[in-house]
C-alpha cells in the first residue's frame, strides 16, 4: 500500500505516492530523479548519501521518505545557484578536494552543514564535523583545505554582503 509523501526538494514542493518502507536517498534517486546524492554503505557508515534535511545534515540511508513529510530537502544538485558552483563546491574543485568523486557530494553537503554552525571552523573542528564521512582514495588532506577554502571565501563575500547560500541566505 502506498502513501502520499509532500515535501520541498531543492525548492521545489513535490508530491508522490511511495512505498511506505522507501529510502529517503531511493526516493530522491529513484523517484526526484536526482543521483548526486549516492548509495554507499546503506548502513549509515560511509556519507556517501547526506543531504539537508530542515538545514541539517542527515544520512538520507537512515530516512524513510515518508518521515521527509513536509520538510524541506536540499541535495547536491540544489547548491548551485544557474552556472555559478556553491563556494564549497568551488573549493573541492579548486583544491582537488575529490579524486574518484563517489564521496564528494556527502563531503559537500556535510560541510554546507558545518559552515553553517561554525563559519570559521578550524582544522580540528572540520575533521569532527565531517567525522561521520569516509572517503576510500585520499588521506583528507585536501578536503579539510577545501573546507578551510570555503569558509573564507564566505566569510569574505558575507561581508561584502554578497549572498553566499542557495537561496540567498
Keep these: ?32 530523479g536526482l543521483t548526486g546524492t549516492h548509495i554507499g554503505c546503506d548502513t ?7 543531504v539537508l534535511v530542515d ?9 524513510f521518505a515518508v ?9 547536491i544538485e540544489g547548491l548551485a545557484t544557474g552556472d555559478q558552483l556553491h563556494p564549497l563546491q568551488q573549493a573541492f574543485w579548486d583544491n582537488h578536494g575529490l579524486q574518484c568523486g563517489y564521496c564528494t557530494p556527502g ?6 552543514y558545518l559552515l ?6 578550524t582544522d580540528d573542528e572540520i575533521r569532527k ?3 561521520g564521512n569516509l572517503c ?18 564566505m566569510g569574505a563575500a558575507k561581508g561584502a554582503g554578497t549572498p553566499v547560500a542557495a537561496g540567498g541566505e
Design 107 to 112: 563531503f559537500i553537503m556535510a560541510g554546507v
Design 67 to 75: 518521515q521527509a513529510q513536509d520538510a524541506e530537502v536540499e541535495t
Design 44 to 50: 549509515s557508515q560511509c556519507g556517501a548519501c547526506t
Design 136 to 153: 576510500r582514495c585520499t588521506g583528507y588532506v585536501n578536503i579539510i583545505k577545501s573546507v578551510k577554502d570555503a569558509a573564507q571565501k
Design 1 to 32: 500500500m502506498k502513501r502520499k509523501v509532500a515535501l520541498t526538494v531543492n525548492g521545489s514542493r513535490r508530491e508522490d505516492e511511495v512505498e511506505p518502507r522507501l529510502l529517503l536517498v531511493h526516493y530522491l534517486r529513484d523517484v526526484a
Design 129 to 131: 564535523g565531517l567525522e
Design 55 to 63: 538545514g541539517k545534515a542527515v544520512k538520507s540511508c537512515t530516512l
Design 116 to 121: 553553517s554552525q561554525n563559519p570559521n571552523p
